[in-house]
């Protein structure tokens, strides 16, 4: 038994409603483990009524299975199981649900996903069912992914219209935003923000039209939130910090009503690396803590949390704490199993190699640009220098912060000649992307260049290279791209 047993809790009794919800909903126990982050020895035990489930497990058990709170009342039938503030169907109480961020209503799916793949399965792209997890579902057709997405972006649809083609509408979202990602990997891909807003203010008045007949829309706001955290992103490739950030609170609020733990640590991973651009240590470490209490047994959020506490300390200049997470993120990387693989595939094998030392060659970067360690600079150069060999050519956005990231490791070592050779074949590239991750790096790397070797040769060559490309200010440390925020951490 986890914990006492409360007066007139009856876990056999628990166990039963469990399995009938689970059959329902036509889950094996492994899928729901997966769905909750347990195994599926211990839900099995759950059914057979041998022990009583947390607190915080019956929400996530409730939720997964759409028990519109029906698991939480026979877990404790004297009252409400300990959680936040919920309404009749288990969903948080409150008016702002089903808000979205304001915007125009334009985009078409069949362009959006022009050239790109269609999934004829999930997972996708990372991308799990909605409804069913990582347990394998197909997806429609192209052509009647399309009609079922029209269907939802149609004027007023009713939840009567789209219930009878729900799993299906789900599984069109997912794909269509597979697409999506898949598309942000290459050069000539069309942007798709727009309809991906589209598609996601859509699923919201779904969302919210579904809620009103009494159903919890558990599988409509699981799908909301991964098309904020994309659309959050997509906004960041543009340069607006404001607009994707927008977009990562909403998600966020999303996955914490659908017990989604994946999408909240991915959401609060992406809300981390914007806030990290303030160069303000205190809210990168609140967050990157944050990341690290959704939940402690799934060690692919472990290894995200000590990454980005290791950046987090490295802007406090407090060089054992930053060594001491870049150390826990190996170790709990090294030991990620088949339920992180599946839950997080792009942090396992040579994608998650490139994700760990990319990450952790910029922490070491941070520390040596604010300690002048050169030689902590060198480690960073080897780290990074690791991540670039593992990246995928697709990766243009990626190659390209990783460059200029070598590059400015290089610059901390001492070496600018190194530095400017290295970022020399992407200047013009770089110099003129709105990605705001790629334009930080940038301005990092001209301020450091700029003051500390400004009578160098290439780096007076680099310099009128860049006024040639119209970058104003870029005889100074503080070019148009770069943010001063940036500018004041360099040293």
């Known amino acids: 038994m986890n914990g006492s047993v409360r007066p007139g809790a009856s876990w056999a009794e628990f166990g039963h ?33 041998l022990r009583e489930p947390p607190p915080g497990l019956v929400h996530r058990l409730d939720a997964a299975l759409g028990a519109g709170g029906e698991l939480a009342a026979l ?81 007023a649809p009713r939840d009567v219209e789209l219930a009878s083609v729900e799993t299906e509408l789900l599984h069109a979202l997912t794909g269509f935003l597979a697409c999506v990602i898949r598309g942000a990997l290459h050069l000539t891909a069309l942007d798709g923000t727009a309809t991906t807003e589209r598609l996601l203010r859509a699923t919201v008045r779904w969302a919210d039209a579904v809620d009103a007949t009494g159903r919890a829309p558990y599988g409509q706001l699981r799908i909301a939130a991964q098309y904020a955290q994309v659309a959050g ?94 150390a ?12 992180d693989a599946l839950e997080a595939p792009w942090l396992t094998g040579a994608e998650g190699e490139m994700r760990v030392e990319s990450a952790v060659g910029g922490a070491l970067r941070d520390l040596a640009a604010a300690t002048g360690d050169r030689t902590t600079a060198r480690r960073a150069v080897e780290a990074v220098a690791r991540s670039r ?25 001492g070496d600018p000649e190194a530095a400017v050779a290295l970022v020399s074949p992407v200047l013009g590239e770089a110099a003129g992307t709105d990605e705001l991750l790629v334009r930080a790096e940038l301005g990092g790397l001209h301020a450091r260049l700029v003051r500390d070797w400004p009578d160098v040769p290439r780096v007076a060559e680099y310099r009128e290279r860049l006024l040639d490309l119209g970058v104003r200010g870029a005889g100074r440390g503080l070019p148009e791209f770069a943010s001063p925020a940036r500018h004041v951490r360099t040293r």
């Open 17 to 49: 409603g469990l399995r009938s919800w689970r059959r329902r909903s036509g889950l094996t126990q492994r899928q729901l483990g997966l769905a909750v982050g347990y195994h599926h020895s211990q839900i099995s035990r759950l059914e057979a009524g």
């Open 75 to 155: 877990a404790d039938p004297c009252g409400p199981a300990p959680g936040p503030a919920r309404g009749p169907r288990g969903l948080p109480t409150g008016p702002d649900l089903f808000a979205v961020p304001p915007g125009t209503e334009t985009g078409d799916a069949r362009a959006a996903w022009d050239g790109m793949p269609w999934p004829a399965a999930l997972p996708a792209e990372g991308l799990a069912c909605p409804l069913h997890g990582c347990s394998g579902c197909a997806t429609p057709d192209r052509d009647a992914a399309a009609d079922l997405l029209a269907r939802l972006t149609a004027p």
């Open 233 to 326: 992103r997509l906004r960041m490739r543009r340069g607006q910090s404001s607009v994707g950030m927008a977009w990562f609170g909403h998600g966020l609020r999303w996955a914490d009503a659908a017990h989604d733990t994946p999408a909240r640590a991915t959401l609060l991973s992406d809300i981390c690396a914007l806030v990290r651009l303030d160069d303000d240590p205190g809210p990168t470490l609140g967050y990157a803590e944050a990341i690290g209490a959704v939940d402690t047994r799934r060690r692919w959020i472990a290894t995200l949390s000590h990454l980005y506490q290791a950046r987090g300390h490295a802007l406090r200049h407090d060089a054992d704490a930053c060594r001491r997470h870049i």
């Open 328 to 339: 826990s993120a190996r170790r709990a990387f090294a030991r990620l199993g088949r339920d």
């Open 389 to 413: 060999a593992r990246l995928s050519p697709l990766m243009r956005d990626t190659h390209l912060l990783l460059t200029l990231r070598l590059a400015d490791g290089w610059a901390c070592a």
